[in-house]
Each structure stands twice: as C-alpha cells, then as structure tokens.
C-alpha cells in the first residue's frame, strides 16, 4: 500500500500568512495527488487534483504542485474560512489511501 | 445541484449488518464510478470500496473484503454499502462520494451517516 505522510500535522497560523503543507508518499505515484478540506462536522471538498488543477470554484489562493514523492499545497494569503483540516490522497494505486491530516488553526 | 443524501446508520452490536444508501440527484448517476469513504470519531479519512458504472467492476480496502459489498441501482440512482460481521473498528461515519472522469477524485461528497458498532 502507498502511505501519504502529511507535514506538519498541526500548524498554528494568522489570516494573512502564506501556508505550505507538504505530502509524501511512500512511493512515486507520478502527478496522481489530490488535496481536500475539512471543517468540523462537514464532509470533506475537493480543493485540488492532478496535483495541480484547481477544482472549479475554488479560490486561487489556493495553489499544489509537486510529483512523484513530494507534493505541496500552499495558501497564499490565509483567509478567516481556511481554518480548518486538510487531507492529500493518492490514486495511483488501490488500496486508494489518504494521509493522515493537517489541521490548521488560528494563531 | 448535485446532491447526495445517505441514509441507515445506526447503532449495531458486533457481528452485527446494515445497509447504508446513498441517493444521488443533480448529475448522471449511470456515468460515474462511485465510493464510499469513511472517517472513525476524531481519525482522518479512509477510502472503503469503489464501484464502476456497470455493477461489476469493484474494489475495497483489505480491512472490509470479504465483509462488505458495494452495489448500485442505476434505475434508482442510488449506491449501496452492505455491512456484514460488524466490527467495533468499524466505527465511522460513512460518506457517499462520486468520482470525476472515471478517476480516484472525489467531487461530490454526501453529509455522511453514522454507524457505530457497538455492545
């Protein structure tokens, strides 16, 4: 199975601040990356895929880029609604595997 | 507006079964590959199977083969999750999810439903 290792797991930041989270996996998967966000209690949303396309509606602060074993996400300018958990997940092979989490809370 | 709406969790003893549905509205139910993804109290997200238009084709994670089945009813535009053997582990709230091109991305997510297993 690929493992998906998310860094940092926690990350304490201010509206405002750039934000990268990083995602590795324990494999090459090529670009087969996508990243979701959680907010409490709701279901998780589609933010990027293929490593680096943003999904329809999805504002472009939002940035992914990487292949093969290292994969980032970045926020440019964190707004209020960003809080919350973000998760990367491989399709490059079944068992389809997602990493553990990053959550991301105010400063 | 796509939507999908899961339904029948519940609390069940170990060993126990239960059927989860999913009912899809808002897109072309018949053209998408399907899942379902599920998340333990306070864990992170795990994929569980995955099911392609025709009802044949399926994959699961190895903690759920054997246990449970994901089906489909095209004309009804609904999926399905029979749960069988339940296990404490399996503990989640189950989300319905549909998947883009006839790839591994979820797009669409349901609310989700809870089950818990449980004596």
């Known amino acids: 199975d690929i493992q998906l290792t998310q860094s940092p797991s926690f990350l304490s930041a201010s509206v405002g601040d750039r934000v990268t989270i990083t995602c590795r996996a324990s494999q090459g998967i090529s670009n087969f990356l996508a990243w979701y966000q959680q907010k409490p209690g709701k279901a998780p949303e589609l933010l990027i895929y293929t490593a680096s396309i943003l999904q329809s509606g999805v504002p472009s602060r939002f940035s992914g880029s990487g292949s093969g074993t290292e994969f980032t996400l970045t926020i440019s300018s964190l707004q209020p609604e960003d809080f919350a958990t973000y998760y990367c997940q491989q399709r490059h092979s079944y068992p389809i595997t997602f990493g553990q989490g990053t959550r991301l809370e105010i400063k | 507006e796509v939507q999908l709406v899961e339904s029948g969790g519940d609390l069940v003893q170990p060993g126990g079964s239960l059927r989860l549905s999913c009912a899809a509205s808002?897109?072309?139910?018949?053209?998408?590959?399907m899942s379902w993804v599920r998340q333990a109290p306070g864990k992170g997200l795990e994929w569980v199977a995955s099911?392609?238009?025709?009802?044949?084709?399926?994959h699961y994670v190895d903690s759920v083969r054997g246990r449970f089945t994901i089906s489909r009813d095209n004309a009804k535009n609904s999926l399905y999750l029979q749960m069988n053997s339940l296990r404490a582990e399996d503990t989640a709230v189950y989300y319905c999810?549909?998947?883009?091109?006839?790839?591994?991305?979820?797009?669409?997510w349901g609310q989700g439903t809870l089950v818990t297993v449980s004596s």
């Open positions: 808002g897109f072309t139910f018949s053209s998408r590959w």
């Open positions: 099911i392609r238009q025709d009802d044949i084709t399926k």
């Open positions: 999810a549909s998947l883009y091109n006839d790839v591994t991305i979820f797009d669409y």
